[in-house]
């Protein structure tokens, strides 16, 4: 194909997935080809209309390389013969919906590369190595990709966190999607990573973990919420009325002191979302709950949220039993989706029936 016949909706097919199965929508990085069969010919490589992805490897410009599955392919492209794409690349691959690549200044992360022992592949602003022993039970293809197994990526992406709180944020996004449990990473710190680097820190975070937050912002709100050396709160623990009939799901709640919060972000500021969050804080006030909110401006100074959570105790405090008119204890006819094991076990029906309402959360 000659230069001039590279146009917009002209590429040619064998950029696009699948490539050795890899799912479509992506564009697998090709190498130079002088016949311009398999890849960009000499001087098509170096027009504007390729960009250089890695090692003798070529991506239309045309191609948005900001996208967390493009850049995950283009960083499996240069795996050598050993080892997969770990990290919140991995988990994102293999399912992980809330692992973008995109840290909390908006910059885009460097995608994770395990490699194993005896490889010299050097890091890039775009690719973070990890040359650690990498056992070949730890590396599976997944929609075409090498990647590191869920628990491989999960304990990866905490042990490399700049902080706790980003790793049990890290851990409770992949049990988000049932990719790890609580009881499967403790098995795996003990049997495969005893002697890594960082499995202080795993350790350290396991009691702290929870398997049903709905956002990255709820395991940072029941932090800070112990910190503050209140009570461990439940997560996401539907409330009920008297009559059995179920009300909402606050984020937390506290359930012996009658006390909830929600986290109030971005997603919050549309006028039919903030509308049915008024609602909602009305119809857990009528049943005796009391309730604080934190805010995206929180995570800067969690001392207004603190103050606000006091508060909700203190009032908490002055309610008489006989006011208290929730429920924690589902009716017989509720369906728990708290845990791993409870959604693993839900068919693709339930999944879809049970599990839709975490989405607009």
Known sequence: MDDDEWTAGAWPTWGIGPREGVRRGVWWPSRRDDNG????????????????????????????????????????????????????????????????????????????????????????????VSQEVLGPEMVARHDGVRVTVPLWSVAYEMRKAQSDEAAVVAFEMAAYDDLVSIDELATFVDSSLWLRWGVERVRRVLPLLEENSWSPMEPVMRLTWLEAGFPRPLANRPVFDLGGRFVGTPDLVDPVAGVYAMYDGGLHLPGHVRLADVAKEAAYRRLGLEGATMMAGDLADRDPFVLRLRDAYARADHQRPEDRRWLLEPPTWWVSTATVAQRRALTAYERSRYLTYRHAA
Do not use: C
């Not at 010299?120 to 775009?126: D, I, L, Q, T, V």
């Open 37 to 128: 069969q398999d890849g960009p010919t000499r001087s098509a490589a170096q027009s504007s209309r390729w960009r250089r992805a890695g090692h003798n490897l070529w991506v239309p410009t045309s191609i948005d390389h900001t996208e967390p599955e493009q850049r995950i392919v283009e960083a499996a492209a240069q795996l050598p013969g050993r080892g997969g794409v770990t990290g919140w690349a991995g988990l994102r691959w293999q399912g992980g919906s809330w692992f973008d690549g995109v840290d909390r200044h908006g910059a885009l992360m460097p995608v994770p590369l395990a490699v194993g022992s005896g490889h010299r592949r050097r890091a890039h602003p775009s690719l973070a």
